[in-house]
């Protein structure tokens, strides 16, 4: 599907004519018509109702002409990226993280970002904790954010509070506690605890010497061992919601996530605004 059968067809739309349409692109109402049937083809459905005074839309055309718009946009916003990259005129931003980032936050994120700042472009990198620093100092990246930076991370380098994360407790539908609206560490007596390991040092320890033998790091890499986890109706401690079973506040205090940066500039400024601004709206999911 070309940018030049959408225009077409949106001339027809607007002009509700063939030959009105061809007039204004200059071109031949039998080329129009070629175009339009070669789209109407492409989907599978006819787009418009011709009699012999016009065209009107079908059901269909009106269900597709606000979506092809929008594509039409997307094809020429594009573009104008692609040229003023060529130009260098796009700033970019690079971030770097140690977390696998949800999908959605990632996507909302830049998406934010860039319609805010036209001329701006984000990049995320994720890396290990160890490469964080030297990425940064190498000037290979802007900036990193982390979650949960323990004491001796890091140390003398500026950063900045982007917001917390509720730690949650992950249960099935079908477990014992599904239904409290809050999870202490009273609550866990029962079952196996998994925690994950971005949770800081202290929890781990406070954890360990309650319940021994019962707690379990969770692999932050491995999904699939938190879906296996919880069908032996455990509990997990992990440092957000996530998408599927039950996601309960446990009560413990907020982790902080912090962006590490070496200098000040306009960029990262809106990079915050952008992220607090996508975590007020939206807090359930920063990371996988």
Known sequence: MDSAKLETFLYVCKEKSFTKAAEKLFITPAAIKKQIDSLENEIGTPLFLRTASGCTLTPAGEIFQPRARKILNL????????????????????????????????????TYYTEAYPGEFLLFDRMKKTELLSSLKDRAIDGFFYINPQKGDFPHVPNILLGTSQIHAIVQQNHPLSKRKMITFQDLGLYDIFISAVLDHDLYESLESRFGARLHILDKEDRNS?????????????????????????GYPPLEI???????????????????????????TVIM
């Open 75 to 110: 094809i020429y916003d594009s573009v104008e990226a692609a040229r003023q990259a060529k130009k260098e005129q796009l700033q970019k931003l690079h971030i770097g993280h140690s977390v696998r980032l949800h999908y959605a936050f990632a996507s909302s994120l830049a």
């Open 226 to 250: 938190l879906i296996f986890s919880l069908q032996r109706n455990a509990i997990i401690l992990y440092p957000c919601p996530v998408d599927h079973d039950i996601s309960i506040p446990f």
């Open 258 to 284: 912090r962006l590490y940066y070496l200098k000040e500039q306009p960029n990262l400024q809106h990079f915050i605004q952008q992220f607090q601004k996508l975590l007020a709206a939206n807090a359930r």
